[in-house]
């Protein structure tokens, strides 16, 4: 069975990301004035480096981080996440983030535009969970073979 953690690299799950991160990053343009680009070009790259320090810096960040993120409910994560944003504002030339306090309500559009996509797909935030469970046969029940002294049996 496959988890999200050991799934291997599949190029669906990254282009959904970068998906997910651009049309976030759309509605945040179009809702504040403080962000802004100038291009579909520009949105592209925006997507991919918002993707690439998501997954290098955002996982140290939250690390070094984690006290006061476990103070502040998880809150600390979106502060972190409008660290990364305005970051990329800085590195990208055309993407323009005004101040740190656009970066932070960028950051929260963002994460809602991803909320409200998964929640409309029906997809959770970490994937589906799968439980199997064995039946006995039915019918009469097969006869058991007799236990070996080395056997380890817990009967509940």
Known sequence: MNTPSTE???LGRLLKSWALIALGVVFAAAVSSGIHY????TLAVVAIVLSLLNALL??????????F???TFGL?????NALLLYLTGWLVGG????SFWWALWGAFLIALTSVLVNTLLGQGA???VRVHV?????GPHPRRRPLDKGDDVIDV
Do not use: H, K, Q, T
Not at 58 to 67: E, G, N, V
Not at 76 to 80: S, T
Not at 95 to 98: G, R, S
Not at 134 to 138: A, I, Q, S, V, Y
């Open 134 to 138: 064995n039946r006995p046969p039915r």
């Open 95 to 98: 993407f323009y983030v005004e």
């Open 8 to 10: 291997p690299f599949r």
């Open 58 to 67: 955002r996982p140290l960040l939250i690390l070094f981080a984690l006290p």
């Open 126 to 128: 970490r994937g589906n």
């Open 38 to 41: 100038e291009s579909g070009w």
């Open 69 to 71: 993120v476990v103070l």
């Open 76 to 80: 600390g994560i979106l502060l972190i």
